[in-house]
């Protein structure tokens, strides 16, 4: 039996800039590396999305855990394990959307207003638009470059990429929540829209457990963040 962690980015930029990293980052990254090393959890190999705030957090996390004196192998980037695109699904089906239902509309354009302010909250939550837009291009009513199914079948070629540890072995991956929500949504055996429900409620940098046997995988634990004890380091986004 192997194990995977699967670990979420620490806190992301404003929504114009997304795939850059907060200031909690550092810290909550560190904070996971540490626990690795405080639980001698050696891992044969760590991964990471080629996407900035995976990268980033990953790097953070393995310096952390080699200074408290546990030496990890260096992050291997796996584009596989990127999140979907979601300013590109944006410009695909927000001026659908605008056309074709007033309230959404309404609803995009004062997004936009508020997000002009960098305090803004809108930048730390999920607006309706953002519900909207993701459950149309979930339920693939428009057209899109990289459409949910064919969203799901990367994540999933990038888990069975997995399979090649051996019994015994633990690997990590920085990844982001959609392709966790979606790895885990295998396991259960669900692979619906309704997985995208696991991926709203997850923290930055927490940790979900799997195991690995005869290619079968079992969830052990899912949204763990036992680094994170300040509740101001406990970000959804």
């Known amino acids: 039996m192997s194990s995977v962690y699967l670990v979420r980015h620490g806190q992301a930029g404003p929504r114009y800039s997304y795939d850059s990293l907060s200031q909690l980052v550092q810290r909550q990254a560190s904070l996971l590396g540490e626990h690795f090393a405080a639980q001698r959890m050696q891992f044969k190999a760590i991964y990471s999305g080629a996407l900035r705030r995976q990268q980033e957090t990953a790097l953070a996390a393995w310096q952390a855990s080699r200074e408290a004196g546990l030496a990890q192998p260096e992050p291997i980037i796996d584009p596989g394990w990127n999140e979907f695109d979601l300013d590109q699904v944006y410009k695909e089906l927000a001026p659908i959307l605008n056309a074709s239902d007033p309230q959404f509309r309404q609803d995009y354009e004062e997004m936009l207003r508020l997000a002009a302010d960098d305090s803004s909250p ?116």
Request: proline fraction near 3%.
């Open 122 to 237: 809108i930048h730390r939550t999920w607006s309706s638009c953002d519900v909207a837009i993701v459950r149309a291009w979930v339920e693939g009513r428009h057209p899109s470059r990289e459409p949910w199914r064919a969203f799901q079948e990367r994540i999933g070629s990038a888990w069975k990429g997995l399979r090649q540890h051996g019994s015994g072995e633990a690997v990590a991956v920085f990844t982001s929540a959609t392709p966790i929500a979606v790895g885990v949504g295998m396991s259960l055996g669900v692979v619906d829209g309704t997985i995208w429900k696991l991926a709203g409620v997850m923290y930055n940098t927490a940790i979900s457990s799997l195991r690995i046997k005869d290619g079968e995988a079992t969830l052990f634990s899912f949204n763990s963040v036992p680094h994170l004890k300040n509740a101001e380091l406990r970000t959804f986004r």
